[in-house]
């Protein structure tokens, strides 16, 4: 009897020392693994308005070739005011993302803006290189993109 008491009061040091350890590295594990999961879950920067800026480029001024629409094609016809405000509907007083897109073409600067651009402007997207259909051919351009509310 003797040595079993022994024996246990032996290993009593060694079992709360290792109790411990384990504890320790268990919420040193949960620790980083939260760490990862928040930057997981983080949105970039920017990317609400890359979205927002890729209707204007892919589907709101879009050439129509017969049936086949072509991306990244501006038709020149589109590119009005109506055309933006059915596309891109916002109400004056939004807070949502304002836009000044302008279209530089041969030596020509054409600009339309959303409902609830307020004329200054907070932050201009990289310019977006698109072709122009403009009298029966296709022809280089740039799309300038301004932000407001981004």
Request: proline share 4%; net charge negative; aromatic share 14%.
């Amino acid at each position: 009897m003797d040595k079993k008491a022994f024996y246990a009061g032996d290993t009593a040091p060694f079992y709360a020392i290792f109790g411990f350890v384990v504890v320790a590295l268990f919420i040193l594990f949960i620790y980083i693994l939260g760490s990862f999961t928040v930057n997981t879950a983080e949105i970039p920067e920017g990317l609400e308005e890359y979205v927002l800026s890729k209707r204007f480029t892919s589907s709101c001024f879009n050439y129509h070739n017969g049936a086949r629409t072509i991306p990244h094609t501006i038709d020149i016809r589109n590119f009005n005011q109506a055309s933006l405000d059915s596309c891109y509907a916002v109400e004056e007083d939004s807070d949502q993302p304002a836009f000044s897109l302008t279209l530089e073409y041969k030596d020509k600067k054409e600009t339309l803006n959303t409902k609830n651009w307020k004329g200054a402007l907070e932050k201009r997207m990289p310019d977006i290189p698109v072709r122009v259909f403009y009298n029966n051919q296709l022809i280089e351009a740039t799309l300038i993109l301004d932000l407001q509310n981004a």
